[in-house]
């Protein structure tokens, strides 16, 4: 019977060990997964100039250029794993047309709206 005891004391205690091992190579995926992210927001806010996008979308073709597809320069993702370059490449692509198109809508909006501001500030003279 005291055998039988520590049998299953010892199968608990793998079965706690082999469970432990997953979750800490599940959260360690999910630490380099966030890195991921973080890095490619980071990397897509440097490389957008929200200025010359705004300009941009002052002279009308800036709305059309904003949504082309843009790639990461490669040098950042050397030495990375495969799952890492998938997760950063599709956030920065996401995170780099956002930007455009949030600088170039409000420049397209400038030059639409202004000449129309501008008629009806006349006509109430």
Known sequence: MNIGRIFHILVFVMAVLVFSMSIAAFA????????????AEQDAKADVNQINWWLSGCCLYGISQAGRESHPPPGRLVGKSPEYVNVYTLTYKAKVENLRLSAAVPGFLTIVLSPICFVLTISLL
């Open 28 to 39: 360690q995926q999910n630490s380099e997964l966030f890195e991921a992210v973080s890095a």
